[in-house]
């Protein structure tokens, strides 16, 4: 199975430019990774998350999936989900215009209190690979991954979204591969992650990265730091 995971900017409230770049997926994989809050951008605010939320069960959902009907890869990208009165920060797969699952980000850092936290970790099989997803923070923990591998998932999809201040952005632009290479190490899972990158403004900056890491925690494919573009590897 080939699977590309794109670095791209963040489509911040413009739903319409995220669907675009989702409808022009290269049909040369077969599942395409894209970021953490894709579809309508991190939102944390409770009033904007919750103005802009979307329900998986809903006729606008729906119409969404309807122009994804054609896009030949599998498809995983993060949005802001809406169940009831409760919001989450939510990564679904979808393939030929049809829902097979989502996940909801276990484990949320202190300024996504508008989310509640997921409580399952479920597993997806494609083409006979299984395959899990972990949504940024989670991989600072080995809970999730761990779980995924006991399940029998060889290979785990990371959406992230680490668009910070820029002098913290800059302090971590380093760290994120350590802590992805040793949840590989420990459950011996290939790790897929994708990124935002790029200035959001003049206080905020994602370098990424957006990268793939094998079972023994080598880097072995990166998109460059602040640029756009995507990886590709085979399993």
């Not at 959902?61 to 994804?68: A, D, I, Q």
């Amino acid at each position: 199975m080939r699977i590309a995971a794109h670095q791209v900017p963040e489509y911040r409230l413009d739903v319409e430019s995220a669907l675009r770049q989702l409808e022009a997926a290269n049909p040369d994989v077969d599942l395409a990774c894209f970021p953490e809050g894709y579809l309508q951008g991190y939102l944390t605010d409770r009033a904007v998350a919750s103005e802009h939320a979307i329900d998986l069960r809903s006729e606008e959902f729906g119409k969404l999936l309807t122009r994804l009907e054609s896009v030949r890869p599998a498809l995983i990208f993060g949005l802001i989900e809406r169940d009831g009165d409760r919001l989450y920060n939510t990564a679904v797969v979808v393939r030929a215009g049809k829902l097979l699952g989502s996940y909801r980000k276990r484990h949320l850092l202190d300024g996504e209190g508008c989310f509640a936290a997921g409580d399952s970790t479920p597993v997806f099989e494609l083409d006979g690979t299984v395959f899990g997803i972990n949504i940024c923070f989670d991989l600072q923990f080995s809970d999730g991954i761990a779980e995924l591998a006991r399940q029998g998932a060889t290979v785990v999809l990371c959406p992230c979204n680490n668009l910070m201040r820029r002098a913290v952005a800059a302090e971590y632009r380093e760290l994120h591969h350590p802590i992805r290479q040793l949840r590989a190490r420990e459950s011996g899972v290939w790790i897929v992650s994708a990124d935002v990158t790029g200035p959001a403004d003049a206080e905020r900056v994602c370098y990424g990265p957006t990268s793939v890491i094998d079972p023994s925690g080598k880097v072995v494919a990166q998109v460059p730091l602040l640029t756009e573009g995507r990886v590709v590897v085979e399993l």
